[in-house]
Every structure is written in C-alpha cells, then in structure tokens.
C-alpha cells in the first residue's frame, strides 16, 4: 500500500495520521445513535492525461496511483505499442489541473498513433467517449490461442484473495479490482481504481513487466463489458473471470476472438460464457 506519515496540522500534539495515496479523510455527518460527526475515507478521482511525444492522447479520470503501469497497460491495450520495449521514456507529473503522464514512443509507434489518433475525453465507466467514427469502436483483434488452462475448483481462493489489492476500496467502498491468478488460484497481485477499465490497464502494465504473470487468468471485480474483454485480449490474456455479468456483445467479442469469458464468478460458482474448453 502506498503510506507515508504527515505531522497533524495542530503542531501541539505529535499524533501522526496516515495517509494513503488515492484516498483521504473528510468529516461527514454519520447516520448513527449520536448524531455526531465522524471522519470517513473518500476515494480521490483526478484527471490524467496520457501525453505522446508531447501530444495529448487521452483524459481519463482516475485514481493517482498506480499511473506508469496504467500508461503502459493502456498502450497496450489501446494498441499504441506491442511490448514496454516501444517505450523509451516515461514521466509522471503533477500539476495544478491533474496529472501528466508523459510517454516517450518509439518513431515508428508515434507514427501509428498519429495516423489514427483520435480525441477522445474518458470519463469513469467510460470506455468510449470522444470516438470519431463508429468505425473507430472495434479494434481487429487476432485469434488467441489455446495454451492456458483453469481448474474452476481453484476459483474461490482467487476470490478470497481480491481484496487484497484493494486498499483504497476497503476503506472508501469505491473501487474497482484487477487481479493476475495462476491456473492454480493463487493471486499474483493487482491493481485498483476508480474506474474499471482504468483498473484493468493498471493490472495489464504490471503484467506486461512480470514474467512469472504469463500463464493464468485475469479476475476483475466489475461486469464484463465488450471493452474489457477487448483489453484482455490485445494484451493476450486467453481466460478472463468477472465477479459481474457480461454484456452481450462483451460475449460476442470473446466468442470471435477465442477468449474463455466467465461471469458471476462468486464462491462455489461462474457463469462460462465463451470457450470452456479451457476449463476442468
């Protein structure tokens, strides 16, 4: 978790409170037996902007944390490079307005992404705004393989585990987890935030730099919409489990593209969508 220990602003007392990056402590009236006030955590939600070569790409809105990963998870996922090695340089900076995260792409991806950028303004839950032309929503994905296999009977340790990724969301109710399991249902680790496709870029840049984080499943604690399985699977992820429901067209997706896609994947049972051959 990320902490580190401030002074409290009153320099009598040498009390030190904690503070977590993406959330803070706010005083708000509390429904209870007294009436009183109470201190509470809200999940901090700011603007990033993703700068290419010095050209703003995309805003979203998301939680501080975490960013270099969503940058490289998000350029993954995007189809802006193939690998982390596209990436010369990368520099996270805050200014008044939010946050600038400044890529350095290779000549030849730059090029790419001038050719088809688009403007595009993210809101959380958003995958979509700002696209120009609706030839622009569906990427061409390539057929994934079949290398990876899942015994569902080891889907309810990786359930347990989830929180484990989600400090902020403990504390505030408020975000959305992206995990790595292995075939086993052990969780390698993770990312959260406030936004779920934010969330699972997040993961798939750490992923992109773990190589134990080949083999496996992705675990994400929101619904299946088309846009995460299509994340999922530029950046290769053949199985892909989801605490929620999928969409229809996130089934459509998976299905042509040879994604294994489970849904209300709760405690002792899921929901396979697409592709269960896979699964044991």
């Not at 809101?123 to 120009?132: D, M, P, W």
């Not at 993770?190 to 750490?206: F, I, Q, W, Y």
Request: hydrophobic letters at 40%; charged letters at 25%; glycine letters at 8%.
């Amino acid at each position: 978790m990320d902490v580190h220990q401030v002074k409290e602003p009153d320099e009598k007392d040498d009390k030190k409170v904690t503070q977590i990056i993406g959330a803070s402590q706010k005083r708000v009236m509390q429904r209870t037996h007294s009436g009183e006030l109470e201190d509470d955590w809200i999940a901090e939600e700011v603007p990033v902007a993703l700068v290419y070569n010095g050209i703003s790409h995309v805003v979203m809105m998301a939680s501080p944390k975490d960013l270099e990963a969503f940058a490289l998870g998000f350029s993954l996922s995007e189809g802006i490079i193939k690998s982390a090695a596209d990436i010369f340089g990368l520099d996270v900076t805050p200014n008044c307005n939010g946050i600038e995260v400044n890529i350095e792409l290779s000549s030849r991806r730059f090029a790419g992404l001038k050719e088809r950028r688009r403007a595009m303004a993210g809101r959380t839950g958003c995958g979509v705004c700002g696209i120009e032309q609706l030839g622009d929503l569906f990427r061409p994905l390539a057929p994934l393989p079949f290398t990876q296999t899942f015994d569902l009977a080891n889907l309810d340790n990786a359930l347990n585990q989830l929180k484990s990724v989600q400090e902020i969301g403990q504390l505030t109710g408020c975000t959305h987890a992206a995990a790595w399991i292995t075939s086993q249902g052990e969780l390698l680790g993770g990312c959260e935030d406030v936004g779920r496709h934010v969330a699972l870029d997040k993961m798939l840049g750490l992923r992109e730099k773990q190589n134990e984080w080949k083999s496996g499943a992705a675990l994400v604690s929101s619904r299946a919409s088309y846009e995460m399985v299509q994340k999922a699977a530029m950046c290769g992820v053949e199985v892909l489990f989801a605490v929620s429901a999928a969409t229809k067209l996130a089934v459509d997706v998976a299905e042509k593209c040879n994604l294994t896609l489970v849904g209300f994947s709760k405690p002792g049972r899921a929901t396979v969508y697409t592709h269960p051959q896979r699964l044991r």
